[in-house]
């Protein structure tokens, strides 16, 4: 499997309508080859953080998501909200 960790930093609105995002971009991952999950975690030391691990069958699987544009367009809705540009760590189970 292979895991993507993103945090995003948003402003206040940012947060107040990313349940809206998460709920619409789960819908279009649904279309994607590959896609298992994606999961709101929460930081238990910090709970101001805003944190997704993104879960695919394999790389190639996440790298399509990656490029797509409608992973571009998801940013860009969600862009307007962000304080920087998010981080990503890819990560795969052994």
């Known amino acids: 499997m292979q895991y993507t960790l993103v945090e995003h930093f948003l402003s206040e609105e940012g947060k107040n309508y990313l349940p809206q995002w998460i709920k619409e971009i789960k819908v279009a991952l649904n279309d ?3 896609f298992q999950k994606l999961e709101l975690l929460e930081d238990v030391t910090d709970n101001e953080r805003t944190l997704f691990l993104l879960q695919f069958e394999t790389l190639d699987n996440l790298q399509k998501w990656a ?3 409608t992973h571009n367009w998801f940013l860009k809705k969600l862009h307007p909200h962000m304080l920087q540009k998010q ?3 890819l990560l795969r189970s052994k």
């Open 67 to 69: 490029t797509s544009e």
């Open 87 to 89: 981080h990503s760590q």
């Open 32 to 34: 994607f080859d590959g």
